[in-house]
């Protein structure tokens, strides 16, 4: 039998056949994926192969078929453990928040990185314009030129007070979109918005480290009433960047991509070599400094947790 991966709890995984049957199921022995070390084999949003217990109602996953995309995270704290947060994506969505917790750029652009790596088409969603001072709305702006400028769809929505929502929905008509965020960033208010009666259970913000408390404690796919799904995700602390050698990164930076072939030696890092165009363009302001300063963080392997 043959079925998507819709619910991930660790040791069980919910596989959804053709039919829209749904099974629990299990991995068989000593599943691993060819050439990815990471603590969840199977994610969300997979396709896999699977056969039921003899007299059970429960399965087990025998194959992993190969995978269109995926995004994937590397926990900064000692472990340094991979994890897989959702396969086979048409689309990735980003829910950031300005303030209550708040999201740096270095978040968002390891976010960015990551998706441009494994060709996702990245959108930016920032919640929470219900909060918003007219200089927190002036910031706003100057984030949304900033991304938008680099290509990045950006949307600013109200989760709590249903402004916008109606755009969000016509974005995830008919795709299947992975859902991802700080903790505390409105996730799961946003998506009860999206799909009414749903009823997610949603946190709150803890005041004394401005940081969300988990609420979704596993990676889920909802299917939408309008067509689609969605793949809803634990909120995320950190996200470190996996597998991309640092002689590649500039290519995850769609204005230094523009110039790499402008640079004067073809094996630049755009750090201190003469003749860079990157650095031309740092300094002519055609790169944002935000940018350029969440590169390097990259390139050194920098722990940010932000």
Known sequence: MRGIVTKSTGSWYQVKDDNGNSYECRIKGKFRTHGIKTTNPIAVGDIVDFELEPGQDSG???QLEPRRNYIIRRSVNLSKQTQIIGANLDQAILVVTLASPPTSTGFIDRFLVTAEAYSIPAIL???????????????LAEYMDLYENLGYPCYAVSALKGEHIEELRQLLKDKTTLVSGHSGVGKSTL?????PGLELKTGIISEWSDKGKHTTTFAEMIDLPFG??????PGIR????????PQELSHYYPEMRKLLNQCKFHNCRHINEPGCAVLAGLESGEIEPSR?????????????RN
């Open 238 to 245: 950190e996200l470190g960047i996996v597998d991309i050698e």
């Open 292 to 304: 350029y300063e969440s590169y390097i963080s990259i390139y050194n392997n920098e722990n940010n």
């Open 60 to 62: 087990v996953i025998t």
């Open 191 to 195: 998506i009860n918005a999206i799909v």
């Open 125 to 139: 969603v920032f919640n929470k314009l219900d909060l918003f001072s007219d200089e927190g709305l002036e910031i």
């Open 228 to 233: 689609g799904q969605l793949i809803d995700t």
